[in-house]
Protein backbone atom coordinates (compact mmCIF):
# COMPACT_ATOMS: atom_id res chain seq x y z
CA UNK A 1 0.00 0.00 0.00
CA UNK A 2 1.58 3.45 -1.47
CA UNK A 3 1.20 6.34 1.14
CA UNK A 4 1.42 9.40 -0.01
CA UNK A 5 1.91 12.72 1.89
CA UNK A 6 0.83 16.23 1.94
CA UNK A 7 0.73 19.72 3.39
CA UNK A 8 -1.28 22.49 3.34
CA UNK A 9 -0.43 25.75 5.26
CA UNK A 10 -2.40 28.86 6.01
CA UNK A 11 -1.21 31.67 3.74
CA UNK A 12 -3.96 34.45 4.35
CA UNK A 13 -6.16 35.39 6.70
CA UNK A 14 -8.42 38.54 5.96
CA UNK A 15 -10.20 40.15 8.82
CA UNK A 16 -13.89 40.74 8.34
CA UNK A 17 -15.21 44.08 7.02
CA UNK A 18 -18.62 45.80 7.53
CA UNK A 19 -20.86 43.42 5.73
CA UNK A 20 -17.83 40.43 4.67
CA UNK A 21 -17.06 37.57 6.72
CA UNK A 22 -13.82 36.96 7.82
CA UNK A 23 -11.89 33.75 5.56
CA UNK A 24 -9.37 32.18 5.50
CA UNK A 25 -7.11 30.32 2.92
CA UNK A 26 -4.71 27.32 3.21
CA UNK A 27 -2.07 26.27 0.32
CA UNK A 28 -0.28 23.40 -0.39
CA UNK A 29 0.90 21.09 -3.42
CA UNK A 30 -0.42 17.46 -3.82
CA UNK A 31 2.18 15.04 -4.92
CA UNK A 32 1.62 14.49 -8.61
CA UNK A 33 -1.46 16.56 -9.11
CA UNK A 34 -0.09 19.77 -8.45
CA UNK A 35 -1.31 22.90 -6.44
CA UNK A 36 -4.41 23.05 -4.20
CA UNK A 37 -6.34 25.80 -2.09
CA UNK A 38 -8.94 25.30 0.68
CA UNK A 39 -10.99 28.53 1.36
CA UNK A 40 -13.16 28.85 4.28
CA UNK A 41 -15.53 30.18 4.45
CA UNK A 42 -15.76 31.72 0.85
CA UNK A 43 -15.79 35.68 1.25
CA UNK A 44 -19.59 36.21 1.81
CA UNK A 45 -22.13 38.98 3.40
CA UNK A 46 -22.92 38.50 7.27
CA UNK A 47 -26.17 38.32 7.09
CA UNK A 48 -26.45 35.29 4.80
CA UNK A 49 -26.37 32.10 7.39
CA UNK A 50 -25.33 29.43 5.63
CA UNK A 51 -21.70 29.27 4.79
CA UNK A 52 -19.42 27.85 2.41
CA UNK A 53 -16.10 26.19 2.19
CA UNK A 54 -14.56 25.39 -1.11
CA UNK A 55 -11.26 23.22 -2.81
CA UNK A 56 -9.93 24.02 -6.02
CA UNK A 57 -6.71 22.74 -7.45
CA UNK A 58 -5.00 22.14 -10.76
CA UNK A 59 -5.93 19.00 -11.03
CA UNK A 60 -8.72 18.31 -8.47
CA UNK A 61 -11.90 18.40 -9.05
CA UNK A 62 -13.70 21.15 -7.51
CA UNK A 63 -15.66 20.84 -4.19
CA UNK A 64 -17.49 22.81 -1.91
CA UNK A 65 -19.50 22.36 1.68
CA UNK A 66 -22.56 24.72 2.16
CA UNK A 67 -23.92 24.83 5.62
CA UNK A 68 -25.44 26.79 8.19
CA UNK A 69 -22.71 29.11 9.73
CA UNK A 70 -21.69 28.23 12.91
CA UNK A 71 -18.29 30.14 14.54
CA UNK A 72 -17.67 31.24 11.11
CA UNK A 73 -17.45 27.21 9.44
CA UNK A 74 -20.46 25.50 7.89
CA UNK A 75 -21.76 22.85 9.64
CA UNK A 76 -23.51 19.56 8.59
CA UNK A 77 -26.86 20.97 9.21
CA UNK A 78 -29.04 21.02 6.58
CA UNK A 79 -25.81 21.01 4.26
CA UNK A 80 -25.26 20.58 0.75
CA UNK A 81 -21.82 18.87 -0.74
CA UNK A 82 -21.14 19.59 -4.16
CA UNK A 83 -18.11 17.36 -6.20
CA UNK A 84 -17.11 18.37 -9.71
CA UNK A 85 -21.10 19.30 -10.14
CA UNK A 86 -22.37 16.32 -8.61
CA UNK A 87 -24.71 16.88 -5.02
CA UNK A 88 -23.79 14.23 -2.83
CA UNK A 89 -25.98 12.62 -0.31
CA UNK A 90 -24.97 13.25 3.07
CA UNK A 91 -26.15 11.31 6.43
CA UNK A 92 -25.40 10.36 10.15
CA UNK A 93 -26.48 9.20 12.85
CA UNK A 94 -27.40 12.16 15.38
CA UNK A 95 -28.08 9.95 18.64
CA UNK A 96 -25.36 7.33 18.07
CA UNK A 97 -22.35 7.72 20.75
CA UNK A 98 -19.52 5.78 19.04
CA UNK A 99 -17.29 7.72 16.96
CA UNK A 100 -17.60 4.92 14.10
CA UNK A 101 -21.63 5.87 14.94
CA UNK A 102 -21.69 9.26 14.26
CA UNK A 103 -19.69 9.17 11.13
CA UNK A 104 -20.68 11.56 7.99
CA UNK A 105 -21.29 9.29 5.20
CA UNK A 106 -21.01 10.60 2.01
CA UNK A 107 -22.44 9.22 -1.55
CA UNK A 108 -20.74 11.01 -4.53
CA UNK A 109 -19.65 9.97 -7.87
CA UNK A 110 -20.88 6.59 -7.80
CA UNK A 111 -18.71 6.10 -4.31
CA UNK A 112 -19.43 5.66 -0.34
CA UNK A 113 -17.31 7.12 1.73
CA UNK A 114 -17.07 7.35 5.72
CA UNK A 115 -15.79 10.55 7.15
CA UNK A 116 -14.88 10.22 11.31
CA UNK A 117 -12.81 11.32 13.76
CA UNK A 118 -10.16 9.67 15.34
CA UNK A 119 -9.09 10.14 18.65
CA UNK A 120 -9.26 13.56 20.08
CA UNK A 121 -10.52 16.13 17.38
CA UNK A 122 -7.51 16.92 15.35
CA UNK A 123 -7.23 13.87 13.38
CA UNK A 124 -10.05 12.48 10.91
CA UNK A 125 -10.60 9.80 8.61
CA UNK A 126 -11.94 9.50 5.05
CA UNK A 127 -12.51 6.15 4.00
CA UNK A 128 -14.00 4.28 1.09
CA UNK A 129 -13.32 0.65 -0.56
CA UNK A 130 -9.44 0.71 -1.63
CA UNK A 131 -8.70 4.19 -0.16
CA UNK A 132 -8.23 6.19 3.25
CA UNK A 133 -7.03 9.84 3.65
CA UNK A 134 -6.09 10.59 7.05
CA UNK A 135 -5.74 14.39 7.83
CA UNK A 136 -4.00 16.13 11.34
CA UNK A 137 -4.68 19.87 11.75
CA UNK A 138 -2.06 21.71 13.92
CA UNK A 139 -4.64 23.15 15.85
CA UNK A 140 -8.48 22.85 16.42
CA UNK A 141 -9.21 26.47 15.44
CA UNK A 142 -8.05 27.93 12.14
CA UNK A 143 -4.91 25.84 12.24
CA UNK A 144 -2.22 26.86 10.89
CA UNK A 145 -0.91 23.53 8.67
CA UNK A 146 -3.10 20.77 7.76
CA UNK A 147 -1.28 17.66 6.88
CA UNK A 148 -2.08 14.31 5.40
CA UNK A 149 -1.69 10.84 3.98
CA UNK A 150 -3.06 9.17 1.71
CA UNK A 151 -3.43 5.50 1.23
CA UNK A 152 -4.04 3.27 -1.29
CA UNK A 153 -5.86 3.87 -4.42
CA UNK A 154 -6.57 7.43 -3.49
CA UNK A 155 -7.37 9.98 -5.66
CA UNK A 156 -7.86 13.72 -6.56
CA UNK A 157 -11.09 13.29 -5.49
CA UNK A 158 -10.79 11.68 -2.73
CA UNK A 159 -7.93 14.22 -1.48
CA UNK A 160 -10.17 17.22 -2.54
CA UNK A 161 -13.24 15.79 -0.21
CA UNK A 162 -10.42 15.14 2.79
CA UNK A 163 -9.16 18.71 2.77
CA UNK A 164 -12.85 19.91 2.10
CA UNK A 165 -14.05 18.54 5.55
CA UNK A 166 -11.11 20.30 6.62
CA UNK A 167 -13.18 23.48 6.64
CA UNK A 168 -16.68 22.24 8.02
CA UNK A 169 -17.31 22.21 11.75
CA UNK A 170 -16.90 18.67 12.64
CA UNK A 171 -16.73 18.46 16.86
CA UNK A 172 -20.45 16.61 16.48
CA UNK A 173 -18.77 13.65 15.02
CA UNK A 174 -18.12 12.65 18.69
CA UNK A 175 -19.97 12.20 21.65
CA UNK A 176 -18.16 14.72 23.75
CA UNK A 177 -17.90 16.84 20.94
CA UNK A 178 -21.66 16.94 20.31
CA UNK A 179 -22.32 17.94 24.30
CA UNK A 180 -19.59 20.66 24.13
CA UNK A 181 -20.84 22.27 21.20
CA UNK A 182 -24.52 21.84 21.37
CA UNK A 183 -25.53 25.16 23.59
CA UNK A 184 -24.04 26.85 21.15
CA UNK A 185 -25.29 24.91 17.91
CA UNK A 186 -28.57 24.91 19.37
CA UNK A 187 -28.63 28.86 19.64
CA UNK A 188 -27.45 29.39 16.89
CA UNK A 189 -30.50 27.89 15.84
CA UNK A 190 -33.35 29.99 17.08
CA UNK A 191 -34.16 33.39 15.44
CA UNK A 192 -34.25 36.56 17.42
CA UNK A 193 -37.88 36.75 17.43
CA UNK A 194 -37.69 33.45 19.14
CA UNK A 195 -35.93 34.72 21.56
CA UNK A 196 -38.03 37.55 22.56
CA UNK A 197 -41.36 35.24 22.60
CA UNK A 198 -39.59 33.21 24.83
CA UNK A 199 -38.59 35.64 27.51
CA UNK A 200 -41.95 37.76 26.74
CA UNK A 201 -40.31 40.54 24.46
Not at 31 to 43: D, H, K, R, S
Request: glycine fraction near 12%.
Amino acid sequence: MTAVRFRLTRTASVRGRLFKRATHTWTGTLPGLGPVELVCPVAEDRGRDKLTARVTGQAVPPVSFRGIGFRNLPRMARATLTADGRTARLRRRHLAVTQQGRALHIEVAGRSYRYRVLGGRLRHELRREGAVVTTTRSQWRWPQTVSGVSQGEADALDLGLAILLEGVYTRNLSFGGALCSWPGRFLSRLDLSDLLDLWGG
